[in-house]
Each structure stands twice: as structure tokens, then as C-alpha cells.
């Protein structure tokens, strides 16, 4: 007797397991899906708000629509300085992190670095610049901007020919639905400036918190082996490589 009901309990365990397992799996789904998203710095062009190997989880729900949901869910519009991770408009499948400069309808301007918006200067502390303004095509056109006479390396085309329409009295007009985003490392940043405004349909969310961050990427790729001895030399090195000063650090 007691050995048909172990029996009989044995084979109601498993779906019971197989049921709890696939909730966790849903759950993970709707998370990652709706609500956070893991996400990794993959240049420079944040320096120093955000480093090369941080790696961030992005909250979702905080840029959203309008519309009813707004009344239950944490949703606010983008405002001037928030970080945003976005799909980059010229290949839609690749993240880009950046901070927002403009909202639409602002007039935007930045002479000899300084960022003017709708004329009046913005306090940026977080800004950083590494290179000198030499009076070059490339320093003028990246620290006096809008410039419509100076075609330089890294500009896209069609924003270049886009921009022209939307530059008044020496200002460009940030247009309905779209932003004018810069990295903090303002001489080593390709955003707005070059390639144009981001979409409000292409923002994905804004950096939560770095969960985890790695000294040195070049270390491990210079590795010998495949990935996953690589992952491997990763994880047996994972106290040297890992930045610990900056391990769960809310994104500001």
C-alpha cells in the first residue's frame, strides 16, 4: 500500500514541477519582455557617467505611452538630461545609450562646446572633453553645431541634407515625436550630431542601475580559445577584472 501511493505521488509531483518551472520561465519572459532589459556599454562615447564594460539593466516601463495604461503604470515623458537607451536609427537592430539634449520643439545650438538650448545655456557637470578644439573641419563642426557648409567624416548623408530644412537663425528645431540626444564624452561621441534625431518609437528605456562591471574586455578576448574558454578565463578571473567601486550603481 504505501509503496502504490509513493508511486502515485511520484507521478503527481511531476507536473507539478513541470507546471512551477514553466511559470518561472513565463515570468522571466514577461520581465525581460515588458519590465528591465540586460544591456552592455560598448564604447566610450558616456565616459565617464558610463564606462566600457558596464553593464546596466534598463527599466522598460519608464518612458511610456499616454494613453490608459498611464494611470496605473510609472510612466513620464522624456525630459532634457535623461540617459536613454534607444535603437539607433540608422541600423534599427543595434542599441545606443546617449543623454537627451533636446525635446521636441526646442531650438538647439552649441557654440564652442557650450549647449544652448532655446537660447539659454545648459549647466552640464557631466560633460567631459578629451580633445582639443584645433580649428579644423572636424572640431568645428562637432563643437559649433548646426554647421550645413562642413561635411566630415562619420556624418550620414541624408541627415546632412535633412538638417538644412530644420536650422533657423543658427538654430535646429528638434521636431514633434523625436530628440536630439549627445554622449557625455562630447569629442569622442557619434549621436545626433551626426546622424540625427532618435524617434520616440525607438527609445527602449533608461539605465537602471550597473549590476556588474568589467576593468578590462581586451583581457579576456586575448585569451586563447574559443568563447567559452573565454568565459571560462573570465570566471576564473572574475575578482581581478570585475570594477567592484562600481557594482550596483545607480545610473544618474
Known sequence: MNLVRKHAE?????PESLQSLLGTVVIAVFVVSFIVQAFQIPSESMEN???TGDYLLVDKLHFGDDGFWSHFLPYRKVERGDIVVFHYPVHPSEHFVKRVIGIPGDRIRLINRQV???GSPMVEPYARYSRPHDGGPESMFRDDFPRVDLPVA???GGWWLEMRKLVDN???IVPEDSY???GDNRDDS???RYWGFVPKENIVGRPLVIYWSMRSQE???SSDGNKLARFVYAMSHLVQITRWDRALRLVR
Open 10 to 14: 511520484r507521478r503527481s509531483g511531476w
Open 49 to 51: 557617467t558610463l564606462l
Open 116 to 118: 544652448y538650448v532655446n
Open 154 to 156: 562619420g556624418l550620414n
Open 170 to 172: 543658427g538654430q535646429l
Open 180 to 182: 536630439f540626444v549627445m
Open 190 to 192: 557619434l549621436d545626433s
Open 219 to 221: 583581457a579576456v578576448d
